[in-house]
């Protein structure tokens, strides 16, 4: 069955109303029959249906409790009644209930035919409203940097051909390389844009609720599931899900994820059906699954279900030639952001931050810049700017060979003119008022200016 048709169950007792019903839809539809109530009730529990046409007189149960059960228990399936012209009031009774349209048993085909696509058309929306409630903030343009660097150049060639293969994609990389953004960058390439994009992070849910987040729950399922709620994997039906920090899922999870990319199909938490579904998955993960694998916390089967596609985003101090580009770009949208003209970084300033080892790889850069730009005056970044914990990371790694002690003079050294640095910098460089916020004599400022080589940095401060 595909599930980009939608599935009509004909709920009557009257044969030759089904048969009429059923040869009218068979074209477009998936058409199921049943003849009584508790077949109906059976069917909807079981199958993936999207439209109940409900007779109201039926021999065991009223079309009107039916459609007050569907309502309570399937926020996902809607209701036309079938009735007979004199039953008219009873049909506008059933429209208050919660049912969607009537149709009389004289129906004319067209008119049947018109009424469900206009549900269908609904029901689509419906779908896209939802999941566009969930995920209206994401929907920012993809700005991707990708720069000059080989290895960049290699992911992007490679991410273009992988894009337009619909099988599972696993991104590798530390922490702030870019695979969230990276896996967007997909989606673009792989030409579903309209498509929904849904991501789901493993880590931030509870444990307890991450199998219900993923599939979904029917009502009662669980202490606390007072309605029938849609999983991420139907709200990304047609397009993708991004199912980041792979590698924290707990492993009887992993099996069920396993389950649904085997099958396709997904069980809501506390339903006994299989629900189709057409969704592409990216994964993501900083770590270290070998590892896991090893230690029996990641299961293999799962892994080389997802790693069809392996992608790997190169860490920032192993393309550090791409630094000025990216600078360049988070300048750009950070002097747009905060109304700024800081436009241009020092040589001095840019080698301090080629020379640093970016253990937060882009996001860090990114927060450097933007709290560069928001605390910036000028249009350039000079080497003062830099925040104190880049230029001790420098020392420590530019002085292996020196003793211990000598280390500790530099490191030393390095603090104290920061520190001083940032204390001019909040007195607005009066000398006097530093001296007395650190709490020591002007002389005793003077003298560590002078040995620190901060005057320099005071006249042009001064001057600006
Ligand atoms: N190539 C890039 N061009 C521009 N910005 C980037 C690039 N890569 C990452 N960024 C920015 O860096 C930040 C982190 O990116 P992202 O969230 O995609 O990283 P991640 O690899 O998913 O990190 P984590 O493992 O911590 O979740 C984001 O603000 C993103 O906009
Ligand atoms: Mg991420």
């Known amino acids: 069955m ?13 044969e030759s109303m089904r048969d009429t019903l059923d040869a009218i839809l068979k074209k477009d539809f998936n058409v199921l029959k049943v003849s009584d109530g508790r077949s109906a009730i059976d069917t909807i529990k079981k199958k993936d249906v999207d439209i109940v046409l409900l007779d109201i007189r039926l021999p065991d149960i009223n079309g009107m409790d039916i459609l007050q059960q569907i309502k309570e228990n399937n926020e996902d399936v809607d ?76 992911v992007y060639n490679f991410v273009q051909k992988a894009a337009r293969v619909p099988a599972t994609i696993l991104i590798r990389g530390e922490t702030g390389t870019g695979k969230e953004l990276l896996a967007r960058v997909i989606r ?43 999983g991420k994997f139907e709200l990304a039906n047609g397009g993708f899900i991004f199912l980041d920090e792979i590698g924290d899922l707990k492993y009887d999870l992993q099996a069920k994820l396993l389950r649904v990319l085997q099958e396709g199909e997904i069980e809501r938490v506390g339903g006994s059906k299989k629900i189709k579904v057409d969704v592409r998955i990216i994964a993501a993960t900083n770590v270290d ?16 279900r997802l790693n ?63 709290r560069l730009v928001v605390m910036g005056e000028g249009e350039e970044i000079l080497k003062e700017d830099i925040p104190l914990e880049f230029h001790l990371s420098i020392l420590d790694r530019k002085v292996p060979s020196i003793s211990q002690s000598s280390i500790l003079d530099v490191a030393l050294e390095s603090f104290e003119r920061n520190y001083i640095l940032k204390t001019l910098e909040k007195v607005k460089w009066k000398r006097k008022a530093a001296a007395e916020v650190l709490g020591i004599p002007i002389s005793t400022l003077k003298y560590k200016l002078d040995r620190l080589n901060l005057y320099d940095v005071i006249r042009i401060k001064e001057s600006a």
Do not use: C
Request: net charge negative; glycine share 4%.
């Open 2 to 14: 595909d599930k980009q048709i939608p599935t009509i169950l004909i709920v009557d007792d009257d």
């Open 79 to 154: 209701v036309i009644m079938i009735t007979a012209v004199k039953e008219i009031d009873t049909a506008v009774h059933a429209i208050k209930m919660g049912a969607y349209d009537y149709i009389t048993k004289e129906f004319d085909y067209d008119d049947v035919i018109a009424r469900i696509n206009r549900l269908i058309e609904s029901q689509n929306k419906k779908r896209e409203l939802l999941y566009f409630k969930s995920e209206m903030e994401r929907y920012i343009d993809v700005g991707f940097i990708i720069g000059n660097s080989k290895k960049m150049r290699d």
């Open 188 to 230: 673009q390439e792989s030409g579903l844009v309209n498509e929904p994009f849904v991501t789901v992070n493993l880590t931030a849910i509870p444990q307890e609720l991450v199998e219900s987040i993923l599939f979904g729950h029917e009502r009662g399922a669980f202490t606390g599931a007072i309605k029938q709620h849609f």
């Open 289 to 304: 699954i070998e590892k896991k694998m090893k230690d029996g916390q990641f299961r293999e089967d799962l892994y080389y």
């Open 308 to 370: 069809v596609i392996p992608i790997v985003l190169p860490p920032l101090r192993e393309r550090l030639e791409d630094l000025p580009m990216l600078i360049d770009f988070f300048l750009k949208k950070y002097n747009k952001r905060f109304k700024k003209n800081l436009t241009r970084i020092s040589e001095e300033a840019l080698d301090m931050l080629m020379n640093y080892h970016w253990p937060g790889n882009i996001r860090e850069l990114e927060n450097l810049i933007e």
